[in-house]
């Protein structure tokens, strides 16, 4: 119960415009910590009433959290109906359709980067030598994640900085391929 609720009770179309933004960060200490964002945008609407049950078992096999014992009580669910999902990374802007955007599955790499990144230490910091090498004596790089592609920099200089991607041969569709 909130200004949110207050607000969609009060609407004459029984919708709110909404956009979402959700941020991932870099495993490592940085400047600027954002790997990328991602917006979503559309209109809120509430869950009506007979499918909140299915819901809260659907968003509770998703993501369990605790707030879900107050659905109807103290707490409501809200569908967002989204019409545009864009995605910002690397100074680049991509929009994505959002039937494209649900589809999407995390890739494997994705999934286990904190496990890589510890199990893969020494392999990442020698790779990281050899970017540092190429970037130049003044500027500083460091890791900014994985994913089925390659392995990512932050290259920082008194500048400003970017971002290098040291690209794996084809996209890994199996974790077990990233020592390969």
Known sequence: ???????????????????????????????????????????????????????????ADACPCEALFDVGLT?????????????????????VEPEDFVAAAAGPVTVAEADLLATESEALTRLRVRVQAWAGPRDEVRLLGLDRFGVRYRVESPRGGYDVRVAFPEPLTRIEAFAD
Do not use: M, N
Request: net charge negative; charged share 20%.
């Open 1 to 59: 119960a909130g200004p949110l609720l207050a607000a969609l009770a009060g609407s004459p179309v029984g919708d709110l415009p909404a956009r979402l933004t959700f941020t991932d960060r870099a495993p490592s200490r940085l400047r600027q910590p954002v790997r990328a964002l991602v917006e979503l945008a559309g209109w809120l609407t509430p869950v009506p009433a007979a499918d909140v049950p299915d819901a809260v078992v659907a968003f």
């Open 75 to 95: 707490a409501a669910l809200l569908w967002l109906d989204v019409a545009e999902v864009v995605l910002h990374e690397s100074h680049a802007v991509e929009h």
